[in-house]
């Protein structure tokens, strides 16, 4: 398998712009999460999808954020509008439920948003 | 609420010496996994090694071993052999058994393996 695929792997926009960032998980894992690094604030969980529904989007840092997941092999995360304090690099991971009940997350190899 | 502490913020070795990352976490759960990703400077988050909270014998991968201490909440990475290779930032992380499947990670150790 590919991996994690994640477009663009560098965005660079201007503030108030539109970004759309996108993903394709691991062909069978039906978790897909959606992360945020910054230096000053680690590594954040922004959204998380079971099955393509959201379960839990309370990382999610204002309503200029957006996450879709359409269907099994395919999520977007968009900003609307962007601001220079958006820039960092942004992760997608899935998962999937192995025989022990356990999950382990793969990470795609990031984005790295830039907005001047 | 879970946490996971990485108190060492940087280290360095010397090329082929053993090193010890340490981690520590806080949880009231029984049942959990903890991990250890490596992000080298390519950014690409890669899991090193898993560890089921219900197993004793402690996780091993090749040159990568962990000590798990379930009482004291502890769960160190050790790296033997160390190459250039490993030189990268380590995150320690930690998710609970069931259907949240939110993981915990700390803030990272960054790690220089000097030739």
């Known amino acids: 398998d590919a991996g994690v695929i994640q477009s663009p792997r560098h965005e660079v926009t201007e503030m108030g712009q539109e970004v759309t960032l996108r993903c394709k998980p691991i062909?069978?894992?039906?978790?897909l999460f959606w992360y945020r690094q910054t230096m000053m604030r680690g590594l954040e969980l922004l959204i998380y999808?079971?099955?393509?529904?959201?379960?839990?989007d309370s990382g999610m840092p204002e309503d200029r954020f957006s996450a879709k997941m359409p269907n099994a092999s395919f999520s977007t995360l968009k900003i609307q509008p962007s601001e220079p304090r958006d820039s960092a690099v942004y992760f997608c991971?899935?998962?999937?439920?192995?025989?022990?009940?356990?999950?382990?997350?793969?990470f795609g190899p990031g984005t790295r948003l830039t907005v001047l | 609420a879970q946490t996971v502490t990485q108190s060492q913020p940087e280290m360095s070795v010397q090329e082929a010496e053993t090193v010890t990352l340490s981690c520590t976490y806080d949880?009231?759960?029984?049942?959990?996994?903890l991990f250890w990703y490596k992000q080298p400077p390519s950014r690409q988050m890669i899991l090193v090694i898993r560890?089921?909270?219900?197993?004793?014998q402690n996780a091993t991968e090749n040159r990568f071993s962990v000590n798990f201490q379930k009482a004291a909440k502890s769960f160190s990475l050790k790296i033997s052999d160390s190459q250039l290779g490993d030189t990268a930032m380590y995150f320690c992380?930690?998710?609970?058994?069931?259907?949240?499947?939110?993981?915990?990670f700390g803030k990272g150790t960054r790690l220089h393996i000097l030739p």
């Open positions: 991971a899935s998962s999937f439920m192995v025989q022990s009940g356990s999950y382990t997350q793969y």
């Open positions: 062909s069978g894992h039906d978790y």
């Open positions: 999808f079971n099955n393509n529904v959201p379960i839990d």
């Open positions: 949880t009231s759960e029984n049942n959990y996994y």
């Open positions: 560890q089921e909270a219900y197993k004793q």
């Open positions: 992380a930690f998710m609970k058994h069931g259907r949240d499947d939110k993981i915990i």
